[in-house]
């Protein structure tokens, strides 16, 4: 499982089976405040219901599609630069009422993407970004860097996790916006195998690259894994989810059908240019690699020694 969807769904999972934060009496339709004060129900703050905001509900405004913003100045050197997506300053919207507690769990935590070189940015070969992402972690002085004890992500391979090929779902350049996905990714929860489908993300860089903006994130994950954890039945962890949070879980549709999913959105997510830094190619067999060459990542590699005999069974690539 890579570390991004352990993220997600470990950060879902410590909400659902910890948290105390309640949802907001005062909200009538979209809002994700906690209280009266700031409470925005009336149209005039940032999460308004009129169509005269950032997060309006009909078809005319900036909330339906990208908006105009300064172009790229010069899309070449795009190429290879990192960025670190900062999950803790986003604003979550989604589970509403929850995002105080998941930007606490979600603190020092990065998601690192870059831009492959063999990206199309022409209007006539969109959707044409390959994409690479990354575990990324504070070190003590404050410098974001990758974890190397992470299998690095092919963002836009596909299922078979190999770049042109036919299952590739490129990222959308729509100057100076990226839109990647939907997507869908592979993970594990309480020991069960699920998904993270409809993984989707957005936002645009500053003309001079300095930075990624106006990020948005947005995923479905499958809550059925966690019912038991929570000591009951199928859909317990809907009826947690609804009863805490007052949101009701959807149909999660094909391949394993049933309305048992959660929706997480994140907005307004930053990422800073990493100058230096070179994403590393990381797969489980190179993890693997590093503790036995070095002794490095051993918690790492022991995820994928379920008999702890050394065959790393959960590693199928690994040849040792």
Request: proline share 6%; net charge negative.
């Amino acid at each position: 499982m890579t570390w991004f969807v352990r993220l997600i769904a470990s950060a879902v999972a410590l909400l659902m089976v910890g948290a105390c934060y309640q949802v907001d009496p005062f909200a009538t339709d979209d809002d994700d405040d906690m209280g009266p004060a700031g409470d925005d129900d009336d149209a005039s703050g940032d999460d308004d219901d009129d169509a005269s905001g950032d997060d309006d509900d009909d078809a005319s405004d900036d909330d339906d599609g990208f908006p105009p913003a300064p172009e790229v100045e010069e899309t070449s050197s795009l190429p290879g630069r990192v960025y670190s997506l900062d999950l803790a300053g986003a604003t979550f919207v989604e589970p509403p009422g929850a995002g105080g507690l998941l930007s606490t769990l979600l603190s020092d935590e990065y998601l690192l993407f870059s831009v492959g070189e063999g990206s199309d940015f022409s209007a006539g070969g969109q959707p044409g970004l390959q994409m690479f992402g990354a575990a990324g972690s504070a070190d003590d002085d404050g410098n974001v860097l990758q974890g190397l004890c992470n299998e690095s992500l092919n963002l836009t391979a596909g299922a078979d996790e190999a770049f042109d090929t036919s299952d590739d779902t490129p990222a959308e350049w729509l100057d100076p916006w990226l839109d990647l996905g939907p997507i869908d990714l592979a993970l594990e929860i309480s020991g069960e195998a699920s998904t993270l489908t409809d993984v989707t993300i957005s936002g645009r860089f500053e003309p001079d690259l300095s930075a990624f903006v106006d990020g948005r994130l947005h995923a479905s994950m499958d809550s059925r894994p966690l019912d038991e954890t929570l000591g009951g039945g199928e859909g317990a962890a809907c009826d947690f989810v609804e009863e805490a949070y007052g949101v009701a879980c959807h149909e999660c549709g094909a391949p394993d059908p049933g309305p048992f999913c959660i929706t997480v959105v994140a907005e307004q997510i930053t990422g800073a240019y990493l100058d230096g830094v070179v994403l590393q190619p990381r797969s489980c067999a190179d993890i693997i690699w590093s503790n036995i060459a070095a002794g490095t990542c051993q918690s790492a590699a022991d995820d994928y020694d379920p008999a702890g005999d050394g065959s790393f069974t959960g590693c199928p690539e690994f040849d040792g």
